[in-house]
């Protein structure tokens, strides 16, 4: 993600680096990889006709969510109205709209509910758990980086040695193990991938309970 992105409360520094529009021929089959699983698990389910993006940055996962369900209203948030701006000026077809992910879970209900790489960048991961769980009618769909993985490939292509390869902005960091540990405090989880060097999880929210 660019640097200009915002996910949490308090600002951070991002990764510079722009892996959806890079023309490196490794990033790029990395990331056919990422879209690759993130379509296989939307193929579990039946298609949505709303769907929300949190966290979306300049909004290409939410385009490609657009392209996907084509009849759906399809809407990306992020707390940046510059990022957002940028994304309404690439994107034509979705809308965007300037809102907190720990907001999200007074937007709803939403049919899917989608957040790419935001975990690891949020202070409080529960709280926006539970705002993604309230959002959400029909599924939640996660993705963030897999550590170590992400670090150790980021020493081996030389870059953020003096962090040991901690991507600047990253204040969270999740295994298989502990992110699916975590989802499940509010999520039935439905599908996994692991498309190198990430972890997606579909899921669908607990059943709520009536008083």
């Not at 056919?32 to 929300?52: C, K, S």
């Not at 960091?173 to 509010?186: D, K």
């Amino acid at each position: 993600m660019r640097a200009a992105r915002v996910l949490d409360e308090e600002p951070r520094a991002g990764n510079v680096f722009d892996k959806y529009g890079s023309r490196n021929p490794i990033v790029r089959g990395l990331m056919a990889g990422f879209y690759r699983g993130l379509f296989e698990l939307l193929g579990q389910i039946p298609p949505p006709h709303t769907v929300l993006e949190v966290g979306c940055g300049e909004g290409q996962v939410t385009a490609k969510l657009a392209q996907r369900f084509p009849s759906a209203r399809v809407v990306g948030t992020d707390r940046s109205a510059t990022i957002l701006a940028k994304a309404r000026e690439f994107h034509r077809g979705p809308e965007f709209r300037v809102m907190s992910v720990y907001d999200a879970g007074g937007s709803g209900p939403w049919e899917l509910v989608v957040a790419c790489e935001v975990l690891e960048h949020l202070a409080e991961p529960a709280r926006a758990l539970d705002a993604l769980y309230r959002a959400a009618a029909g599924h939640v769909l996660v993705s963030v980086p897999r550590e170590p993985l992400w670090r150790v490939l980021n020493v081996l292509r030389g870059r953020y040695w003096p962090a040991l390869g901690n991507t600047p902005g990253h204040v969270q960091h999740w295994s298989r193990a502990t992110l699916i540990a975590f989802l499940r405090e509010r999520l039935d989880i439905v599908g996994i991938r692991m498309p190198v060097p990430w972890i997606q999880v579909l899921g669908r929210p607990h059943r709520r309970r009536t008083p």
